[in-house]
């Protein structure tokens, strides 16, 4: 097993290897938790690891309890999270207990923002079940749902108090959504480390890939816990890929979204000559081994205007990411006529 440490204002650990998801009960007595347990996991997952995820619990004391929602990004959403918090009074959890978020990043955004506004903040514990939230929404501490005018437009920072990440969840994984977490994977070797993009290239070992996406994140977190400057390094392609999702209706995987977007944004960095060609060469041939796709369909116009709701813009301008070699890139502020020129020369 790989452990961790997460040294944000509230530090935690994320556990990463094969056959802990037993182990969630053990953990959090060690860190005193005690009291009722909520699992929020959605019907995929439950059906196959809400199980022992409550043995482990009630072994371990926990008067336990479930919610279980509908799979898929459309639950994330303001009635599942009233719902949630209405479930949790109606069972009189109080500020000593702790939420479970046991799922991908739908369920583990919904369940962290529902802990994070409950009683105006009690404990949650991260069990991400899919790639994608292994090594993106479960650590950090970014929480949402979304609104009908974009993704994760209401939310908020709640770290979680441990994250047990059970690789063998990933067993389970249809081919598509795995593909979906290695999106991510490959994000983290863009924008800031080479050496992942050579070990990409080739077999992978799996725990040792989370291991260091997890590391990158939380280095980048502790450095900039609420996301005022460094940690926008972690958007990169996520402005064009949450407008992919937005007119998709949330139909697009977001592993499958950033691919595209990374690929918009390195397209339009190669053509301004801010980009070395290898880079966008490495990000296509990566994609077509993990059979990500490289574009949607989507006019220029309709991507832009997507991109105008997003809740990075601020003053009439939006920081990007922008690669500059394999492995490198930088922050820049660009207006909205510099953001679709951006946009027009990616989509070409």
Known sequence: MTEIAVNTGKPYKVHIGSG?????????KKLGIGGKTLIVSDDNVASLWIKPVKASLAASGFEVYDFVIPHGE?????????????FAAENSFSRSDTFVALGGGVVGDLCGFAAATYM??????????????????????????DLDAGKNLAGAF???????CDIDCFDTLP???????MGEVIKYGMFCDSELLDMLGNDIDIQATVARCVSIKARVVEADEF??????????GHTVAHAIEVLSGYSTPHG????????????ACTAKGICEAEALDILLSLLKKYNLPDRFDYSVDDIYSATLKDKKNANGSITLVLPTEKGKSILKKCDYSELKEIITLGMK
């Open 20 to 28: 802990i998801i037993g182990t969630v009960g053990d953990e959090m």
């Open 158 to 164: 709640h770290q979680p108090k441990l994250v047990i």
């Open 120 to 145: 105006r903040g009690i404990s949650f514990v991260q069990i991400p079940t899919s790639l994608l939230a292994a090594v993106d929404s479960s650590v950090g501490g970014k929480t949402a749902i």
């Open 175 to 181: 081919d598509e959504e795995f593909a979906n977490g």
């Open 256 to 267: 499958s979204a950033v691919a595209a977007g990374m690929v918009a944004i390195t397209k």
């Open 227 to 236: 996301e005022k400057g460094e940690r926008a390094f972690l958007n990169f």
């Open 74 to 86: 459309s639950s994330k959403n303001a009635d599942n999270l009233i719902a949630i918090l209405n």
